[in-house]
């Protein structure tokens, strides 16, 4: 079965930066096929979407991340990344990975990574 399983997650002060990413298993062809996305749920919020990258190649951005946020992703590897610079405290969060193939109405998560940004 397909898997997601994120990494790169941690502690780190306002202003610096993280590197997450997301490594999908057991997909065959569906990654390549699938938007990819990064969502993030706070304590007593409800989770959000922060990135997101189509099979294509295009994406899209919280306005609250954008311009510090980047979404890649790399088929061959079956891998998606968010690059988070200039992280402030209000980007803690467990950050979560989804993977949506949308002929199937598949929708699939990881485990989710913590990231706590000090102040």
């Known amino acids: 079965q397909v898997q997601l399983v994120e990494s790169g997650g941690g502690l780190v002060q306002a202003g610096g930066s993280l590197r997450l990413s997301c490594a999908v298993s057991?997909?065959?062809?569906?990654?390549?096929?699938?938007?990819m996305g990064w969502y993030r749920q706070a304590p007593g919020k409800q989770r959000e979407l922060v990135a997101a990258v189509t099979s294509g190649g295009s994406t899209d951005y919280a306005d609250s991340v954008k311009g510090r946020f980047t979404i890649s992703r790399d088929n061959a590897k079956k891998t998606v990344s968010l690059q988070m610079n200039s992280l402030k405290p209000e980007d803690t969060a467990i950050y979560y990975c989804n993977l949506h193939f949308a002929l199937s109405g598949m929708d699939l998560w990881g485990q989710g990574t913590q990231v706590t940004v000090s102040s």
């Open positions: 057991n997909s065959g062809m569906i990654f390549r096929l699938s938007a």
